[in-house]
């Protein structure tokens, strides 16, 4: 991921036995953007990125982290 943005956003929706579907319904947006953050092509506004990170009830640091490498 050449973003220098690292995400575990599918770790987590996963881990909840969320479908992509489930979790862009829950949080206002597209599947396909949620696909999209999972796959590192597109980097989520802030707001975006809290709303998943309160629709999953984790912190926004649990879902996201900068790529120190």
Known sequence: MSS???NFL???RT???WTQA????RVG???K???TVENGVFIPSTVLALKLAAAI???VEALFKL???
């Open 4 to 6: 220098g943005l690292i």
């Open 33 to 35: 953007t949620i696909n």
């Open 29 to 31: 947006v597209s599947r």
């Open 22 to 25: 489930e979790l862009a319904e």
């Open 10 to 12: 599918r770790d987590e």
């Open 57 to 59: 009830g984790k912190p």
């Open 67 to 69: 790529d120190e490498a």
């Open 15 to 17: 881990r909840l036995g």
